[in-house]
């Protein structure tokens, strides 16, 4: 497997709780490599840009309100088969459905509010990445 990137998120309820340094350390312990991270207070359309591919779901304007909410980590991860595993370390979209170990079970308290978000593709991956950082902010 090809060393890949990733787009990562430490979201709102996290950063409001401290947890940016817990969150980035489980990724770190998992392999991966932070290239490129900033802190960003998002707007109501960037939020809805972000998320434009949910647009048509009940929790879209919950989502897009939760995460104009407070600051944002954005971050892009390297690592071996990146994708994959940071959406293994994140766990499941629920807490309640996440596996021991995982961020979200560790850290998230809702299915809303949980704590990170990442890739779940190599297409949706590089569009993410271009969202949110320009070629020189990533530096491997
Ligand atoms: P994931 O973040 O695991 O890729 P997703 O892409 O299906 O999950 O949804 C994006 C985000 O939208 C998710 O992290 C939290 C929110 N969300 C998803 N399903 C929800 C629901 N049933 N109620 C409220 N928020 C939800
Ligand atoms: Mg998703």
Redo the contacts with the bound molecule.
């Keep these: 497997m090809a060393i890949e990137r990733t787009f990562s998120m430490i979201k709102p309820d996290a950063t409001k709780r401290n947890l940016t340094g817990a969150i980035t350390k489980t990724l770190e312990d998992a392999g991966l490599r932070v290239v490129a991270s900033k802190r960003v207070w998002m707007s109501r359309r960037q939020a809805e840009g972000f ?1 434009a591919v ?1 647009k048509e ?3 879209f304007d ?2 897009c309100e939760f995460m104009s909410s407070g600051p944002t980590i954005v971050q892009v991860l390297e690592g071996e088969n990146a994708i994959l595993k940071n959406r293994e370390v ?1 766990g ?3 807490p309640a459905d996440a596996a021991e170990g995982t961020i979200r079970k560790m850290f998230a308290t ?3 509010e ?1 704590s990170v ?2 890739s ?1 593709a190599p297409e949706t991956a590089a569009e993410e990445i271009r969202y949110w950082f320009s070629d020189v902010e990533i530096v491997g």
């Design positions: 998320y949910h779901r009940p929790f919950e989502l994140m499941a979209t629920n809702s299915i809303g949980n978000h990442g779940d």
